[in-house]
Every structure is written in C-alpha cells, then in structure tokens.
C-alpha cells in the first residue's frame, strides 16, 4: 500500500501557505508591505494627534487597489476573497489602526455589502466609484440608544409612493463625514419598516434633510478615523435605492456582520504583530544588571506567550477566512469566535509591550501606547465580547456537532 504522506496532492498541501494561498495574495502582501512602510507609518502619529482623517492617503489606497480586494473585476475590484481582506487590514492596523478602520468601513460595511445585496443597477452606479475611493462610505446601524439589540433601532422609513421618508439619528459612524463641515460620500442605512423588520437603503449625500451632526471627538483610539453623528430629517429615498426586498435588512446586516468581525480581528493581530516587533527590538537593545533586558525571565515570558497568542490568533483568523463564502451566510460561529480571541489577543500584546518597555512604552515615539489606546475599539465595535459569548453559545447549543 502507498504510503498517503508520500503522495503529490498531500506534498502540495504542507506546502500550502495559509496566509498567501496564491500568486495574487502574494503579490498583494508585498504592494502592502510597501505601501504600509512608505505612506501610511509616516503620517500615523499627526493624523492621531490632530484626530484628522487622511483622505488623500485613502484614495491613495484606492488607486493601489486596496479598497476593492473583494469586489468584481468588472466594478474596479480585484475579485479576490476573505483572505485578501483581512491580510490588508491586517497590514495597514501594523501601522495606523485608525486609517485601516475607515478603510474596512469603507470596503467591507459599505461596499462589500452593497456588492452582496443590492441590484445590478446599484452596483453599476457604486463599486467602480467606491473602489477608486471617489466616494468615502459607511454603514448605518447603531444609534443613540441602540447598540447590540439591532431590531430595537428607532430610525424609520415610511413608504410613500415610489419614495421612502427616514427619520432618526445613527450614531458612532465611521466615514460619517471627510471633515468637521464635509458628509461622507454614500451609506448603507438600516431602518425599521414594520414590527422587528428592517430594511437597507443606499442614501447619497445631498439629498434634502440628511446632514452630518457632531463629530466624536476626543476618543480613546483610533482618532485617525472620522467618527459622526448623522441626522435624517424627513430624507426621501427612492425605492430604487432600497437593497433587496422591504424586510430583509437584518438577513443582509447578518451577512455583513461576518467578514467585518473578521476583519477586526485581523486589525488585531496587526496590533498584535507590531506590538511584539517592539518589545523585541527593545529587549536587544535595552541593557539592565549588566545584561540585555531579553535576558530577564519576566521580559521573556511578556514575549513568549504574546507570541504564542498571536500566532494562534492569526492562524484562526486566515482559517476562517480561506473558508469563508463572502455572499453567504451562516458562519457566525468561527466569525465571532476569531474575533473574540484575536481582540483580547491584540489588546494583551499592547500592554505587555507598555510593560517591556516601562517609561518610554508610555511615550508617543515607542507607538505602543497609540496601538494599546487602538486596540480597546476592537472589543467593543462590530460585536462586544459579550455579544460574542452569547452567539457561539447559542450557536453550539443549537448545533453541537459544530465541535468538530
């Protein structure tokens, strides 16, 4: 009997690297690598500090493809898949987690999902648009009073003729303006239509009663991110703007909410990643009792379980995503459940490299302390570890043989 390691189709899998599957990621990996250490490190810090978005440099990643990895060729994108994504906002959370979420904002929640759920006509007159960056965009879904129980939401839109009119507030928007006068682009909007219905609207700039309300300032992290408040005061939208049928807004969300959990989660091995590059380069360079500081047993165990972490964080998120299926849904399980680790994982590597390198990881020069402030967002936005607990429990308890 032939031995089965022995054969071709199992040498070609151990050779299988699970981070760039092909040419095309591979290639992709090194334009990031580039991109990241030319044009996105150099202006973190001031973008941070000003607490301003860089939108030259977004569509600067527009024209380097970046802001449609997952879109059809024909509408500008790459026609890649859940791997290209989460490798870009991987790299780009290294250097600027702030800039990688107005671009996962961006490409994932506003353009993936109308490339999912909208019509021919609407992605003819979207994705080649969002995919250059001529268009900044967002999803609307939480408000004032409404986070985690999405079906509460108070925004309406009333059917009236061949038009919708929305009323309500959506809060905490990333891309919800360009600057403090300037509205974002286009939207994704949820409301309500009925009793625990909700439906999805495409809602352009320029219409009549739709404006840019405060500007989020003075947050924790990810400043280099514009975050609004959106008021929409009797906007009439055309039916040809909603996304799919009245009523199947929360089926469209659900499917959305997945790759952009993944996607923060791999925003958070890019913290992570970096975070450790740090504590490493520190601990050979920094000398204490005589000795490199690499050499003390509490230095070595920040480093050694941080990247023990990271690499079983990042295997988990690239697994999921080389399983992933971007136009479907039903795979929350593994989408949360990468989330929920890598988001502590990245978090954790913040902080030990804080504590590696004592005084100076609290200093702005080190970059740790704006990735430690970054990373917090992460275990709050696109699902709470809490909401997280609550959907793999259920889901298992629904399906044990999930526990395969």
Not at 14 to 36: G, K, S
Not at 114 to 132: E, S
Not at 222 to 239: H, I, K, N, Q, Y
Request: hydrophobic share 40%; aromatic share 8%; glycine share 10%.
């Amino acid at each position: 009997m032939p031995d089965p390691l022995a054969s071709d189709a199992n040498e070609d899998w151990r050779c299988l690297d699970l981070f760039a599957p092909t040419t095309e990621h591979a290639l992709l990996a090194e334009t990031l690598e580039e991109f990241v250490a030319r044009e996105v490190e150099p202006q973190a810090a001031d973008h941070d500090r000003s607490e301003t978005f860089n939108a030259a440099l977004f569509r600067r990643a527009g024209e380097l493809g970046l802001l449609g990895v997952t879109l059809p060729d024909e509408y500008g994108g790459a026609g890649l898949d859940a791997v290209a994504s989460v490798r870009v906002l991987e790299a780009l959370s290294s250097a600027d987690p702030g800039f990688a979420l107005a671009v996962l904002s961006h490409s994932i929640l506003f353009a993936q999902n109308v490339n999912v759920n909208a019509n021919d006509l609407q992605r003819k007159h979207v994705l080649p648009r969002a995919a250059t960056g001529e268009w900044i965009g967002w999803m609307c879904m939480t408000e004032p009073g409404v986070g985690t129980d999405v079906l509460a939401m108070k925004t309406r839109a009333r059917r009236d003729g061949d038009h919708y009119v929305l009323d309500g507030i959506k809060t905490f928007i990333t891309n919800g303006g360009v600057d403090d006068r300037t509205l974002g682009d286009a939207f994704v909007v949820y409301a309500s239509t009925g009793e625990r219905s909700l439906t999805s609207f495409l809602v352009e700039k320029g219409v009549e009663g739709f404006r840019l309300g405060q500007k989020w300032s003075d947050k924790l992290g990810m400043r280099a991110s514009f975050t609004a408040e959106l008021v929409f005061d009797g906007v009439r939208v055309p039916v040809g703007n909603r996304l799919g049928a009245e009523g199947e807004g929360t089926l469209a969300m659900m499917r959305n909410l997945e790759i952009e959990r993944l996607a923060l989660a791999a925003m958070s091995t890019g913290i992570a990643r970096r975070c450790l590059r740090v504590m490493v380069d520190y601990a050979n360079e920094r000398q204490s009792f005589g000795v490199p500081i690499r050499e003390h047993g509490q230095v070595q165990r920040h480093i050694a379980e941080n990247f023990a972490a990271y690499r079983a964080a990042r295997t988990y998120v690239y697994d999921t995503a080389r399983r992933i299926d971007l136009n479907c849904t039903g795979q929350r399980l593994d989408a949360d459940g990468a989330k929920l680790v890598a988001s502590q994982v990245g978090k954790r590597a913040a902080d030990a490299a804080i504590q590696v390198l004592g005084g100076y990881g609290y200093m702005g020069e080190y970059v740790v302390e704006r990735l430690w402030r970054d990373a917090k967002l992460l275990e709050i936005g696109g699902g709470t570890l809490e909401a997280h607990h609550k959907n793999i429990t259920k889901d298992l308890a629904r399906d044990p043989s999930q526990l395969r």
